[in-house]
């Protein structure tokens, strides 16, 4: 078992490719000549992201970098993938304990939300507010649904330590249900019907990214509260199994729920090289089906962004690629993997600025930056 300190050792480089693909190797440090370039100045914020409730909904980033700094570049929440592999019930506990250490240091600069009102209460304070999160339900432990409700027990256990937004499933089947890798789609298990519907109760956000489509729907059916994917593209743009159909989007709108486009531009657009207008055409199909309600950010990358050389984040993704080739979220070779204005803190910033000139209006900004996922997080967690 890899403990969550050496994962993040190892994968030091490599957060983000990492945390979407699971076992990818971590992408060599960066050379001392590109660490040395300066980056490009940052403009001063507009009024409308100034003003913005600024989230990030999936960074899966520990407690171990600078909060002030993400603060400084304006972001108010982001919600936290624990730093963990395998995701095991032992290794979430370690993750949350880390976590939990961390919100007891006044001068931590992290803020633990618990509900909606914390998000407000993190912009007041200047510090950045921290969803805890897990991408995959197997923290909750091997399936005991038939002779007791241990995974429920354990389910309980976790939100009483903090844990707001669950994954069902990472990128392979587990005990709740299939994920989008699998050569069949059974979709929920009877073990998943009962923790959906468990998290509804408890006030704990569905998060259906990796999720297979009929996992993603039936729990978008059953769920009495909306659901989010956090951070995934729209098929129609790109198609691989890793993104999300068109039927998936008009679900989650019609349940009033959150749709984050994530900066994983190897799933984005099959071009050469990718830009900040690859993230918006997405956001843009997502409004076109969903409505201005649905669509944000969810980066797949750490807090502070990653300023690996893109041509080392391919190093690393070729080698899923070779050992994936041909199965679902490795059809094609990668050719970039992430949009490079926007591996930084001040990634939002930027897509603020990109969406405006897309000709979207200041309330509409709002929202994308983070106004759609709060509305849906108060929803489910009060």
Not at 135 to 155: C, E
Not at 175 to 186: I, L, Y
Not at 252 to 270: P, Q, R
Request: aromatic share 6%; charged share 25%.
């Amino acid at each position: 078992m890899i403990s969550r300190r050496s994962f993040l050792l190892q994968s030091a480089g490599a957060v983000a490719t990492v945390s979407s693909l699971g076992d990818l190797p971590g992408a060599a440090a960066e050379s001392p000549a590109a660490a040395a370039k300066t980056p490009p100045p940052v403009p001063p914020p507009s009024a409308v992201y100034a003003r913005s409730l600024v989230i990030d909904t999936l960074s899966p980033d520990g407690p171990f970098f600078d909060a002030q700094e993400a603060v400084k570049a304006g972001i108010t929440a982001a919600v936290a993938d624990l730093a963990i592999y395998p995701r095991s019930f032992p290794q979430a506990v370690d993750g949350l304990a880390d976590w939990s250490n961390v919100f007891h240091q006044p001068d931590s600069g992290f803020l633990k939300v618990l509900k909606a009102a914390d998000l407000r209460e993190a912009k007041r304070q200047g510090k950045l507010g921290i969803i805890l999160a897990c991408q995959d339900a197997s923290i909750l432990d091997a399936s005991t649904g038939s002779v007791n409700d241990h995974n429920l027990r354990n389910l309980r256990f976790f939100y009483d330590l903090g844990l707001r937004v669950l994954q069902l499933t990472h990128n392979d089947r587990n005990a709740v249900g299939d994920a989008f890798r699998e050569k069949s789609d059974a979709g929920l298990s009877r073990l998943g019907e009962k923790v959906v519907d468990e998290m509804s109760s408890l006030g704990m956000l569905v998060d259906l990214s990796h999720c297979s489509d009929k996992t993603t729907l039936e729990a978008i059916r059953l769920s009495t509260k909306p659901c989010a994917v956090t951070h995934a593209g729209c098929r129609a743009l790109y198609p691989t199994l890793r993104n999300k159909p068109d039927e998936v989007i008009r679900a989650l709108a019609e349940k009033g729920g959150y749709f984050g486009i994530y900066n994983m531009s190897v799933w984005l657009t099959d071009r050469d090289t990718a830009s900040v207008a690859d993230v918006v055409d997405h956001i843009d199909h997502v409004v076109k089906l969903g409505g201005i309600d649905l669509p944000g950010f969810g980066s797949d990358g750490p807090v502070l962004g990653d300023s690996t050389p893109q041509e080392q984040k391919v190093k690393g993704m070729v080698s899923y690629y070779k050992r994936n080739q041909g199965l679902p979220g490795a059809e094609r070779e990668p050719k970039h993997v992430t949009v490079t204005a926007l591996d930084n803190p001040h990634r939002l910033q930027v897509l603020a600025d990109a969406l405006a000139k897309r000709g979207y209006k200041d309330g509409d900004i709002e929202k994308i930056l983070g106004g759609n996922f709060a509305r849906v997080f108060a929803a489910v967690c009060g």
